[in-house]
């Protein structure tokens, strides 16, 4: 049975004050934000990572080292664009997506309809083909701490009917 198959994505960032915050391709206004190699966002990361995991392609930092100077503040969506193009040539199509991102502020409920828009367009998919919830963790821990978000992904491929 390999024509369908899913993957897990999980991943963390540290947040400091005066970073941008990129998250699911738009940037939020907040006093704080990621820090990282790339753009540093936590939710196309974990796309990532679970859409390499699902078609057996290891993950995000195997096709796209922080030691390479060539990714040093690049835009993750473009990461996304060359991870779509990598299943696709595998032979697989996204079904869909399930996300959570684990952020104490800001709010994200009104942000998700833009960064569903956003991811869409950038994997060529529908916005039904993709959730995002966010949570907090309640204050506790380094994300209730306001120290860092985290965020999880589920993805299912399947092969692409030629």
Request: hydrophobic share 40%; charged share 20%; proline share 2%.
């Amino acid at each position: 049975m390999n024509g369908i198959r899913i993957g897990f994505g999980y991943d963390v960032h540290q947040l400091r004050e005066g970073q941008d915050f990129w998250l699911g391709g738009i940037k939020l206004s907040h006093s704080k934000g990621a820090v990282g190699h790339s753009d540093a966002d936590v939710l196309i990361h974990v796309i990532c990572d679970a859409l390499l995991g699902a078609a057996n392609l290891r993950d995000i930092g195997f096709h796209f080292s922080d030691q390479d100077p060539k990714y040093k503040g690049i835009d993750s969506k473009i990461l996304l664009k060359e991870v779509i193009a990598l299943i696709a040539n595998e032979g697989y199509g996204v079904g869909n997506l399930d996300c959570t991102i684990c952020l104490q502020i800001p709010k994200l409920n009104p942000l998700i309809p833009e960064m569903k828009n956003c991811l869409a367009k950038v994997m060529a998919l529908d916005t039904n083909q993709i959730s995002i919830k966010a949570t907090t963790t309640e204050r506790l821990g380094f994300v209730g701490r306001e120290e860092g978000v985290s965020a999880y992904c589920v993805a299912l491929i399947s092969k692409i009917q030629s």
